[in-house]
Structure formats: structure tokens, C-alpha cells
């Protein structure tokens, strides 16, 4: 029960303090604005919404070996 309270106090910790302080650093405003200026919703962006999602590096495929 401990554990599932600090857990939660974690989550509260980062949803309600800092991920709104994150919101509010330079490189972050600037995309929200950015989006805002173009009529884009930023948080209703899906990935999907991209147009290509960047590609994994070239020894990613030479080191991993999904199925022997």
C-alpha cells in the first residue's frame, strides 16, 4: 500500500509540478506558439500527424537481432 502511495504522489509530483513548469522553458513556448500561429492544436497532435518519424541508426540493425 505504501508503494502505491508513493507512486501516486510520483505521478502527482510530475504531472502537476513539473510538466507545467517544462511547458513554460524557452524551447517548449516557442513550438506551443509556433503551433498556435498555424492553427495547429498542440495537444491534440498525434504521431501519426508527422510526416516521417526519424529512422533508426544503421548499427541498431547490425547489433539487434529481433528473431535468430
Not at 20 to 41: D, F, S, T, Y
Not at 47 to 65: D, G, H, N, S
Amino acid at each position: 500500500m505504501t508503494r502505491l502511495a508513493c507512486g501516486m504522489a510520483v505521478v502527482a509530483v510530475v504531472w502537476l509540478g513539473l510538466l507545467p513548469r517544462l511547458i513554460r522553458l524557452q524551447p517548449m513556448a516557442g513550438h506551443v506558439e509556433r503551433m498556435e500561429a498555424r492553427g495547429v492544436n498542440p495537444a491534440a497532435m498525434y504521431y501519426t500527424e508527422l510526416e516521417r518519424l526519424p529512422l533508426r541508426p544503421a548499427w541498431i540493425e547490425q547489433r539487434v537481432v529481433l528473431w535468430p
